[in-house]
């Protein structure tokens, strides 16, 4: 069973993946949570960001303009670790 965390984790990164190559806003991701009906406040979806970008799954960008306008796409090790949990669900 999956814990909270998971879905949440599993949830920003099933976004980031289908918006690659492009680079989303948290409050993008926060919209999608809630639609997902995981509705979380800023600073526990900084902590879970701040935990996949620690593991190498995302990569945040900063705009020149506003630097505390953070912004989050997936990294090559977050589409690796995506198409190895889809071969594992699938059976492929």
Partial sequence: MNTTHELIRQNLLSQLEAAYP????????????MLA????QVHQLEKELEYLHDKGFLAQTFSE????????????????????????????
């Fill in 65 to 92: 303009l506003c630097p505390y306008n953070k912004r989050y796409k997936l990294s090559t090790k977050g589409i690796d670790f995506l198409e190895d949990e889809n071969r594992h669900n699938t059976g492929f």
């Fill in 22 to 33: 492009i680079a989303l806003p948290m409050q993008t991701l926060k919209q999608g949570l």
């Fill in 37 to 40: 009906g995981l509705n979380l």
